[in-house]
Nanobody, 127 residues
Framework: QVQLVESGGGLVQAGGSLRLSCAAS????????MGWFRQAPGKEREFVAA????????YYADSVQGRFTISRDNAKNTVYLQMNSLKSEDTAVYYC????????????????????WGQGTQVTVSS
């Protein structure tokens, strides 16, 4: 099993920045990639970004491309989401997720290929 704990959420003004962290523990070596999703009130959970543990290739939703950066620290088993130029529409609960064990699923933007989730961290952007 994999356990995921997010941190770093908070309240920020539009145009500001936040960095989220996701600490992974357990059998992380079998998971090919990690992802960030978000869910706003009354909306479906949506994909934000993903990164492979090996090689570090990343993938982004169009809505955050150029503003958000996903990165990882393999030694710390931690994944980060640097969020810049935040907008009010970025307000949501942000969740970290681990892809299923085995082959890397591409594109990594489907909730169905992730089977371990964190508890979420709230990000609120005031306009």
């Amino acid at each position: 099993q994999v356990q995921l704990v997010e941190s770093g959420g908070g309240l920020v003004q539009a145009g500001g920045s936040l960095r989220l962290s996701c600490a992974a523990s357990g059998r992380t070596f079998s998971r090919p990639a990690m992802g960030w999703f978000r869910q706003a009130p009354g909306k479906e959970r949506e994909f934000v970004a993903a990164i492979r543990w090996t090689g570090g290739s990343s993938y982004y939703a169009d809505s955050v491309q150029g503003r958000f950066t996903i990165s990882r620290d393999n030694a710390k088993n931690t994944v980060y989401l640097q969020m810049n130029s935040l907008k009010s529409e970025d307000t949501a609960v942000y969740y970290c997720a681990a892809q299923r064990s085995g082959y890397y699923y591409y594109p990594p933007d489907s909730r169905a290929v992730y089977d371990a989730w964190g508890q979420g961290t709230q990000v609120t952007v005031s306009s």
